[in-house]
Structure formats: structure tokens, C-alpha cells
């Protein structure tokens, strides 16, 4: 490799290349989890975080990235080091502690010394989300307590809700797994993709995470088989099975 040539640590480089936490939520997601919506940009990056507004706690993130590579691993990066923090916790992370986390040496950057100064947009980001968590907070606690009068709140806090939903997710054996993932396309998803002559089948389920799914009919040609079909099935089992799901094709699968 010659001097001049770009050089990203291993740990960049799977992150840019494996992304997790790309994606979005919309206020109806925050709403039927209870949950505070915070959604941010700053140049080619945008995040997105449902949090917990009794603990002020992220529950999750996601981001979507315009830009180029370093965007991507910089956006996959932040979401996982703030799920589980508190709003000022997260929040008082910087860009240096992202890219940080990215060496695989101490001592040597994550990225090309030129593309250090993107790692700036990382404050950016996160001083609105502390300028906007506040109206994000009252606008969730301002519909919870509009559920709780309409009688379908039950007295538990959003968290619990959702540790409750995970647990019972992680309790089922692979086969009982594909069970559930049926049933919520057979409800959600695939009365859409057949009435445009596709299906989905799935395939297996990898470490209580990974869901591999195969195209069928007109979805296995369909160019949105990769981009608007499988964020509509994605979100779909996220709102119902468990929020980490992540949907795979299985053209795709060996790459991962």
C-alpha cells in the first residue's frame, strides 16, 4: 500500500461495510413504544432516537447517512455507544471518542488523516439533540397522558414494556422464532408484496437477531428489494417481535 493510499483500521471498515443501525423512526414508532422522538441533521448525516422519557434514557438509535464511507461508520458508530446511555451521558460524548472507538491501535487514527476533521459533525449532532430533547420529552409525555385518560395505558413504564417484549423474543427456540416472524408478515407484510405477485419466505434466524429471508415471485426482481420492500419489512417485525431485528436477503447474507 503506498503512502498516499487511504487506510481505514479494520474496525471502520466493518462498521461502514455491516451497518446496523441505518434507518429511521417516525413519531407513530415513538408513539406505540411511549417513547420520545428526537430526529437531528447536520450536513449529510440525520439521527434518530427513541427515548425512554421517565429515565430520559436512549432505548434506540438509528441514523441515516448521505455522504460517503467515513458518514456511514461515523453515523453506525455513535448509535451503538449511545443505546442504553441517558440523554446528558450521551450527550457529552464527542467526535474524538467516536473515531476513538474505531482504532484498532491506540495510537493510530481510525481514518485517513484528512477525513479526521468529519468527526466534528458528531458535536454538532449532539448539541441538538440536547437543544431539542426537552420539546421532544413534553410532546411524548403530553401523549402518554392522552392514552393513560383513554384508558390504554397499564401503569408500566416504557422500558419495561420493552425489556418484557425482548425477553419474550429471546425465550423462543430458532424454529418458534421463524413461527413468530411468519405470523407478523402473514398479518403485516405479505398481503402487500402478493398482491404485486411477490412473497418472502425466511429462511433462519441467527443469533436471535439476523432474520434471512428469500425473495419470491416479483420481489426477487423488484429493484426496492433492497431498499423500500425491506425497510417496510424490517420495521414491521421491529414493531412487533423486537426492536433490533435485522432483515437480511439471502443474496446478500455471505457479505455480512
Known amino acids: 500500500m503506498s503512502v498516499t493510499e487511504a487506510k481505514f483500521s479494520t474496525k471502520f471498515e466493518k462498521a461502514a461495510s455491516e451497518p446496523e443501525y441505518r434507518g429511521a423512526y417516525y413519531q407513530e414508532d415513538a408513539t406505540a413504544k411511549n417513547m420520545a422522538l428526537v430526529q437531528v441533521k447536520f450536513k449529510d448525516m440525520k439521527l434518530y432516537w427513541l ?41 457529552s460524548l464527542t467526535g474524538n471518542d467516536v473515531e476513538s472507538s474505531l482504532r484498532d491501535n491506540p495510537d493510530e487514527p481510525a481514518v485517513p488523516e484528512n477525513k479526521l476533521a468529519a468527526f466534528s459533525a458528531v458535536d454538532e449532532l449532539l448539541k441538538q439533540v440536547s437543544e431539542n430533547y426537552p420539546e421532544a420529552k413534553a410532546l411524548a409525555q403530553a401523549t402518554s397522558t392522552a392514552k393513560e385518560k383513554a384508558g390504554e395505558g397499564d ?42 405477485g411477490g412473497n418472502v419466505l425466511v429462511q433462519k434466524v441467527i443469533d ?49
Open 51 to 91: 427515548v425512554d422519557p421517565v429515565e430520559d434514557r436512549v432505548y434506540s438509535a438509528k441514523f441515516f447517512a448521505y455522504g460517503g464511507k467515513v458518514s456511514l461508520g461515523m453515523g453506525e458508530t455513535l448509535c451503538q455507544m449511545v443505546k442504553g446511555l441517558t440523554i446528558p451521558e450521551a450527550c
Open 155 to 196: 401503569g408500566e413504564s416504557s422500558m419495561e414494556k420493552l425489556s418484557m417484549m425482548e425477553q419474550a423474543w429471546l425465550a423462543l427456540d430458532p424454529e418458534q422464532q421463524i413461527q413468530q416472524v411468519n405470523l407478523v408478515l402473514d398479518e403485516k407484510v405479505r398481503p402487500a408484496l402478493m398482491a404485486d
Open 208 to 256: 436471535n437477531k439476523k432474520i434471512i429471508i428469500q425473495y419470491q415471485g416479483a420481489c426477487g426482481s423488484c429493484g426496492s428489494s433492497v431498499g423500500g420492500t425491506l425497510a417496510f419489512i424490517e420495521q414491521n417485525l421491529r414493531n412487533a417481535i423486537y426492536n433490533e431485528l435485522v432483515v437480511v436477503p439471502d443474496t446478500y447474507a455471505d457479505m455480512m
